[in-house]
Antibody, heavy 122, light 108 residues
């Protein structure tokens, strides 16, 4: 069955960096589009970033553009999110998810990992 | 940007009852590209419905979706205790994709 396991979350100071990882299994990762979605404590869902199956195409929400980078290693069935210049408003649980593509910036999310908490605080 | 408004905010019902959740869009959702997710406390969201009415893999047929244009509905027939959760709608017909604020379903 599809399994997505995130790791790498933790407490970081404003302006700091953190790298999240997502280990995938149970499906053909190299054929799958992937995304990161986040959820601030007690709040709703916000799409963060998308990457195509080959890794050649990436998109970001305006709120993280220029600060976050998404990448993947299809040989290792792994997805990553490099987060730089972190702000308090980036505090959230970050989920990786398989993604059904319907157009640029138009997707829904089939399977989700359990999430990893990122806290940005001094 | 399409704003999705979900109502009611909270729904409190007894087991066996029928739940009707609403998702209203500020503009028409192209091609009925609307999805519903269930999120139980402390868990990740789970896809229930996509394309407004297509059930995702493994979802009980107690969950059904309907609607088009600006008005969409998630119906849960015969509520069970494990249906206690927050339900989110999401549109993917117009960029940027957006989520609704959620409806909490409580089982009495």
């Amino acid at each position: 069955q599809v399994q997505l396991v995130e790791s790498g979350g933790g407490l970081v100071k404003p302006g700091g960096s953190l790298r999240l990882s997502c280990a995938a299994s149970g499906f053909t990762f190299s054929d799958s589009y992937m995304s990161w979605i986040r959820q601030a404590p007690g709040k709703g869902l916000q799409w963060v970033s998308y990457i195509s199956s080959s890794g050649s195409t990436t998109y970001f929400a305006d709120s993280v553009k220029g600060r976050f980078t998404i990448s993947r290693d299809n040989a290792k069935n792994s997805l990553s999110l490099q987060m730089n210049s972190l702000r308090a408003e980036d505090t959230a649980v970050y989920y990786c998810a398989t993604t059904r593509w319907f157009g640029t910036l138009l997707y829904f999310f089939d399977y989700w990992g359990q999430g990893t908490l990122v806290t940005v605080s001094s | 940007e399409i704003v999705l408004t979900q109502s009611p905010g909270t729904l409190s019902l007894s087991p066996g009852e029928r739940a009707t959740l609403s998702c209203r869009a500020s503009q028409s959702v192209s091609s009925s590209y609307l999805a519903w997710y269930q999120q139980k406390p402390g868990q990740a969201p789970r896809l229930l419905i996509y394309g407004a009415s297509s059930g995702a893999t493994g979802i009980p047929d107690r969950f059904s979706g309907s609607g088009s244009g600006t008005d969409f509905t998630l119906t849960i027939t015969r509520l069970e205790p494990e249906d206690s959760a927050v339900y989110y709608c999401q549109q993917y017909g117009s960029s940027p994709l957006t989520f609704g604020g959620g409806t909490k379903v409580e089982i009495k």
